[in-house]
């Protein structure tokens, strides 16, 4: 059985060459980050995630989180596994040190986060939601909150969770009715419903800290009304030590598709007479203060995408190398050979590691950006970053989810008839990975949010920017020689002219007729992640190039410009289609009245 190997030379390289750990390590806060520091870090958690998170991935699938009586038990060897994984200090990776964090850069946490979503899908959304509801405490938590709560959360004694959901307010966040009310002592008592509450119940840790969207009585309607509160588990004694049950109860959980060994749960708040909440923040920002959460958590679903495309490949590959059935095509006469061998099973497996690389580039790029919107220096710096940053995490978390559905899929073809049986593992990648386009917002959602708020609210100037950015690498393309790099040169340009001309469509029509516009923002974001992977990927061919031609002998890198030449053949060759679908496909979408349908 195929077992999980971290892809730490690619990791490598794309931390160093493409998304600049160096860079990042001179920024004052990310000192410590220096390159044998991290290649340690990469070791350490390609250990932990092929020795401890894999071989139970398999395990939680088939046994499943269980209820009964209130209470989540976890599947074998996982309570276990998170313990070692706390007291290892991973759950403390990128934290601040003032709570008991390392304070590493969001950079160095991408490709450990990566690891431990391919090793173990289900075990990674644990720690995921916890970090995004430290970091929502960090920005938004008074004093008193953030020493009642981070260390432990930090520390990974205590887990944290996102409630927003409920069973009439999806994505429509203004039909939220949970309500809190004030009590004399500044608390206030939380009542309502939620539900695909991830990690809500479970065996795994002391306590669970609930941050939960509600609206106070004197809210206004819509989502200016929303205020967010901390709703633990146990109530916290003023000496840290564990307290009395709080009123908020896991009545059951979610029977899914996929990541059955994380615990999806129904949770009521105030059955018994209103669960204890505290206001973090101000009253009626709550959307505000979850969407700190959310950011975090969407670039880590977008790793989700990226973590399947690579798990799906090894175990592919793997069995392409192992199977025979066949005689080399084109050869009569010949003794049977591994599937890999076949052309056809070649262009799968070849589609599969590049759609990898290029969504792994794209991932690190963006967190290292994020570390210089917070880190650096100069202003102007960090505003740039951080608008390059918002624009690309729809991208990252809309592109890649899509593409690791296609990969997952693509992994069970190249098994034939045995990627349909669960035992050979290759279909749990793919009911694993099916939520990823769905939850932190479905990719329609990404796409909206993409066109919108991040496009055509300031005129296109950030994605024009980085259109600039890609065709600046021309120049450099221009004096390649190699066949390879020519060819990647005429595909991405042609892609990134499609980029263009399909950006500049929505940035004119999106006032003038928003439906149009809309329809098609899942082909924009599409064409855009396809685009930003083919940039990244055209960086890496030429840096591979300079290094074959400084003498470095390593195979690595004609390899990645083989991979390049396949992206640029196979994917950017796509772009062109998609801006027509952006340009011209709303009339075809629009086209029929609802009763037609």
Known sequence: MSEYRAPIRDMQFVLKELAGLDEIAQLPGCEEADADVVDAVLEEAAKFAEGVLSPLNMVGDREGAQFKDGQVTMPTGFKEAYKLFAESGWTALNSEPEWGGQGLPKLVAAPVTEMWKSAN????????????????????????????FLEKMVSGEW???????????????????????????????????KIFITYGEHDM?????????????????????????IVPKFMVNADGSQGARNDAWCVSIEHKLGIHASPTAVMAFGDKGGGIGYLVGEENRGIEYMFIMMNAARFGVGMEGVAVCERSYQRARDYAKE???GTDIGVRGGGKVPIIAHPDVRRMLMSMKAQAEASRALAYVVAGAQDKAVNHPDAE??????????????????????IGIEVAS??????????????????????????????????????????????????????????????ALDADLAKQDNAHLVAIRSRFAAGVDALAKAGEWIIVNYKTDVRAASAGAVPFLTLFGIVAGGW???????????????????????????????????????????????TDGAIGVMGLAEDQF
């Not at 710096?381 to 899509?402: C, H, Y």
């Not at 073809?413 to 694993?432: I, T």
């Open 410 to 471: 693509t992994g069970m073809q190249v098994h034939g008839g045995m990627g349909y049986m669960e035992e050979a593992g290759a279909s749990q990648h793919m009911r694993d990975a099916r939520i990823s386009t769905i939850y932190e917002g479905t990719t329609a959602i990404q796409a909206n949010d993409l066109i919108g708020r991040k496009i055509a609210r300031e005129g296109g100037a950030t994605l024009k920017a980085v259109i600039g950015m890609m065709r």
């Open 536 to 582: 990244q990927m055209t960086r890496a061919a030429l840096i591979a190039q300079a290094k074959i031609d400084g003498g470095d002998s390593d195979p690595f890198y004609p390899a990645k410009i083989i991979t390049s030449r396949f992206f640029a053949d196979h994917l950017l060759s796509q772009a062109e289609g998609l801006a027509s679908s952006v």
């Open 323 to 325: 199977r025979v059935q």
């Open 381 to 402: 710096q960090r505003k740039q970053n951080q608008a390059f940053v918002d624009l690309m995490i729809p991208v990252v978390k809309g592109w890649s989810t899509e």
């Open 121 to 148: 899908h289900a075990f990674s959304l644990c720690p995921l939601l916890t970090g995004g509801a430290i970091e929502a405490l960090i920005i938004s938590g008074s004093d008193q909150l953030k020493q009642t």
């Open 159 to 193: 887990t944290g969770t996102m409630n927003i959901t409920e069973p009439g307010a999806g994505s429509d966040l203004a039909a939220i009715r949970t309500r809190a009310e004030p009590q004399a002592d500044g608390t206030y008592k939380i009542f309502g419903s």
């Open 205 to 229: 840790a002391d306590n669970i800290i609930h941050l939960v969207l509600a609206r106070t009585p004197t809210a206004p309607e819509g989502i200016k009304g929303i205020s967010l509160f």
